[in-house]
T-cell receptor
Framework: AQSVTQLGSHVSVSEGALVLLRCNYSSSVPPYLFWYVQYPNQGLQLLLK??????LVKGINGFEAEFKKSETSFHLTKPSAHMSDAAEYFCAVSDRQGGSEKLVFGKGTKLTVNP | GAGVSQSPSNKVTEKGKDVELRCDPISGHTALYWYRQSLGQGLEFLIYFQGNSAPDKSGLPSDRFSAERTGGSVSTLTIQRTQQEDSAVYLC???????????FGQGTRLTVV
């Protein structure tokens, strides 16, 4: 089965600094990859996704992620953090092995943005 | 409806009681997921329905947990003989098909006392 590892359960950055949230996956077939964001006391919403085509994917709120097959990674970045980016971020992979294509999530990374 | 609807939004139950959690997916979505979110544990996969295929139940933590999806639409997650460790937020999501965006409901916060 496919799995997702998010390095760092907590990441803290200063406002205006680069945001880098790491995600690695295990898969023996081309994956579909997703990043979701959960703001405090709210549901999850999609930030961006990769299915096929261009490996650099742009999402909402200035976030982007790059699919690197050789590194089995899908790290999320944003050049300049805003206070409003404080939230929990989840990386997910569509498990396309074994006939069930369920979404498997990482444990999440909580992003804190300091003024 | 406009989005995934879950009910109730909050449920407090006594240990040992059975509970039913309901999910109304977006109309026309063939895929439906249930997840459990506990503090520090991320989203734990429970069960996945895709069209008329047999559901993937590989994430259900014990035989006290079951789920059904009637008519390819509404889904009910049932927890029998609830335990305190069942306390969590239960999230439902649906997608038009596999590989596309999954839309999440606001969740049901279950507290077992």
């Amino acid at each position: 089965a496919q799995s997702v590892t998010q390095l760092g359960s907590h990441v803290s950055v200063s406002e205006g600094a680069l945001v880098l949230l790491r995600c690695n996956y295990s898969s023996s077939v081309p994956p579909y990859l997703f990043w979701y964001v959960q703001y405090p006391n709210q549901g999850l919403q999609l930030l961006l996704k990769y299915t096929t085509g261009a490996t650099l994917v742009k999402g909402i709120n200035g976030f982007e992620a790059e699919f690197k097959k050789s590194e089995t990674s899908f790290h999320l970045t944003k050049p300049s953090a805003h206070m409003s980016d404080a939230a929990e971020y989840f990386c997910a992979v569509s498990d396309r092995q074994g006939g069930s294509e369920k979404l498997v999530f990482g444990k999440g990374t909580k992003l804190t943005v300091n003024p | 409806g406009a989005g995934v609807s879950q009910s109730p939004s909050n449920k407090v139950t006594e240990k040992g009681k059975d509970v039913e959690l309901r999910c109304d997916p977006i109309s026309g979505h063939t895929a439906l997921y249930w997840y459990r979110q506990s503090l520090g544990q991320g989203l734990e996969f429970l069960i996945y329905f895709q069209g008329n295929s047999a559901p993937d139940k590989s994430g259900l933590p014990s035989d006290r947990f079951s789920a059904e999806r009637t008519g390819g639409s509404v889904s009910t997650l049932t927890i029998q003989r609830t335990q305190q460790e069942d306390s969590a937020v239960y999230l439902c999501a649906s997608s038009e098909r596999t590989g596309l965006e999954a839309f999440f409901g606001q969740g049901t916060r279950l507290t077992v006392v």
